[in-house]
């Protein structure tokens, strides 16, 4: 996850760098079941409203959370499907809070209402993410549901009544573009806590409408509006909270912006936050971020659904996860990771770590092959020539 607020707040308020990220152990986005109310376009889970077989139950769930902790493992993001289906999700939820995990819900905001709002209050999650991800006739199209816009935001009304840490969680397409301006005005309208915005990755459903995938003009400009926006509430003293996910090349992004924006006036506070990003080292995927599905089964992350490295059914997470000598999980440790083409000449490796793997694996079989993602061009990242065949597979990945 890129911290816009957090990183500019640094800026602004001229803090030197800090040092290299090191975890104790992987935040955990954890997939407690397959089953969901709605049918999203982009859903990387490929979930239905259904029963998926083999899930996980409550006690099982309970002795992976106990060894969890064993991992060092900070926090836990409940997702789905949709989690709130789970009869025994405020029992789940219950217990690693008296574990002391940070506990995150993850949830479409359908099933939140007045009923269940209080039952969410005193589950006490630190904080709610409800997917928006676009004006209502968008939206409501996305999620292939008539009326969802209007629930998920009367859920985040809910939870701002309740003193609910809230957050939008918004996945960019070139459909939605437009829509950005007017869900930023919603975020300041509702006064939600955290706006996420989420680069489509090409798996699950998602992989089937990549042609859907936002232009890289597009993102760039939805990517400096965002920081217009966080900047802005930053002077202005509000409290809020920008991130995105699943494109590293933000954090290149975001020092190429506050350079053009304030590099004459402020030359060593942009010297200092380019340390923060290389100290931050983009993508975490197989060492701070970890995957554990509806099923038990572990992944790198929640993008590698057809990459498993274990099962908590039958083995301990934490052995799992500090032992694997799985192929891909050690390329994932490399320093510097063993990319190729555009990302191996880049000069900005050591911001975005190789930027998130399953968009090349996805294109080409190769995970390691250059990210086709990567929406900065070769001026942008250092690369004066590349091979004829690494030119034309990026005008491909353009095209699409």
Known sequence: MFRI??????????????????????????????????????????????????????????????????????????????????????????????????????TNGTLINEANIELIKQADYQYVGI?????????????????????????????????????????????????????????????VDKFYLSHLNYSGRGKRNTEQDAMFKMTKEAMALLFERAYSHIEQGIETDFVTGNNDADGVFLLKWVTEKFGEKYPERVANLHQRLINWGGNASGVNVANIDNTGTIHPDTYWWNHPIGNVKTQKFSDVWQNTQDPLMLAFRQEPRPVKGRCAQCRYLTICGGNTRTRAFAQTGDAWSEDPGCYLNDDEIGVSHLTEQANNARILAIEI
């Open 5 to 106: 607020s957090q990183l500019l707040k640094t800026f602004h308020d001229d803090l030197p760098p800090n040092k290299a990220r090191k975890m104790p152990g992987p935040v955990v986005i954890w997939n407690l079941i397959r089953r969901c109310n709605l049918r999203c376009k982009h859903c990387y889970s490929t979930s239905l409203d259904m029963d998926f077989k083999d899930e996980l139950n409550t006690e099982q769930i309970k002795a992976t959370i106990d060894d969890l902790k064993v991992a060092k493992v900070p926090v836990l993001i409940l997702s789905g499907g949709e989690p709130l289906m789970r009869p025994d999700i405020f029992d789940i939820t219950r217990y690693a809070k008296k574990q002391g995990f940070y506990v995150a819900l993850s």
């Open 131 to 191: 997917s928006i991800d676009g004006l209502e006739e968008f939206h409501d199209e996305f999620r292939q549901q008539k009326g969802s816009f209007k629930t998920s935001m009367h859920a985040i009304k809910l939870c701002k009544e309740a003193g609910i840490k809230v957050g939008m969680r918004l996945c960019l397409t070139r459909d939605n573009f437009n829509d950005l301006p007017a869900m930023l005005d919603l975020m300041e309208e509702y006064q």
